[in-house]
């Protein structure tokens, strides 16, 4: 039985102070959710989140890590950062990554292979542009970013990889996919994932989708078979959505 994982991504938001704020009306709203949740709240907020988080049914993620250990690496953060700080759950490859900071197959895939290393969760974002779906790209782009991003990882590392499926024309948007193109979708990306490893692999690999979640439209999505959760931008960084979404 695959767990349900609801995660708020809450971007480039919210300072040390706005964090404390939101945390703490956040925790006792969604303290008997039935799902895990996950906060990636930004850098500067991790050491505050974590400490407000203890004691409470919420784990810290992060939403990016550099892939090497340490060194001359003006403006990144190493796993050690991380691990000293609670996160359990890191991003990888987000699309806004992908397209702004030049995040490629390739780093994606050594970010997995650190996240693996140092014992957090990574959260392998993947999907395709309006462009790409429209010229029936698709599941070419997808097959890629998934086969890239697993190459050289044991079939053991692998089972402990999240998959969300976002596709970039939903994020920010208000369009998000139908829950039935969410879910064969992400039917195909278990397929992919098979043709990588096995079926029970990838029948047991945690998959999410992304991309303009609301309080209104999770339940059908997560009454999917497909579908175990949410990667949730924007209604994450409001209380009374994120927390709908939480206790959907
Ligand atoms: P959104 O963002 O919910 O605001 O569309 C999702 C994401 O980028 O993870």
């Not at 349900?4 to 703490?24: A, Q, Y």
Request: hydrophobic share 40%.
């Amino acid at each position: 039985m695959r767990k349900n994982v609801i995660m708020g991504n809450w971007k480039m938001h919210f300072t040390v102070e706005e964090t404390d704020k939101f945390l703490n009306k956040l925790i006792p709203k969604v303290k008997d959710a039935k799902t895990e949740v996950v906060v990636c709240v930004p850098f500067t907020s991790l050491a505050l989140a974590s400490n407000t988080l203890s004691g409470s049914n919420i784990k810290l993620g992060a939403q990016n890590v550099h892939f090497e250990e340490q060194g001359a690496f003006t403006g990144e953060i190493s796993p050690n950062m991380l691990k000293s700080v609670g996160v359990s759950h890191v991003l990888i490859g987000h699309s806004e990554r992908r397209i702004y900071f030049g995040e490629s197959d390739e780093t994606v895939n050594k970010k997995i292979h650190t996240c693996l290393k140092h014992g957090f969760v990574p959260v392998l974002c993947v999907g395709e542009s309006l462009k790409e779906k429209e010229d029936g790209d698709m599941e070419n782009i997808l097959t890629n970013q998934i086969k890239n991003a697993f190459l050289n990882i044991s079939s053991e590392d692998a089972s402990k990889v999240v998959i969300a499926y976002e596709p970039i024309w939903a994020i920010g948007t208000g369009k998000t996919a139908t829950s039935i193109d969410a879910d064969n979708t992400i039917s195909f990306i278990r397929k992919v994932v098979s043709s990588i490893y096995n079926k029970e692999i990838s029948e047991n690999m945690i998959m999410l989708y992304g991309g303009s979640v609301k309080p209104n439209t999770i339940k059908e999505q997560m009454s999917m078979e497909n579908i175990d959760g949410a990667l949730v931008g924007g209604a994450s960084i409001v209380v009374e959505d994120f927390e709908r979404i939480v206790n959907f």
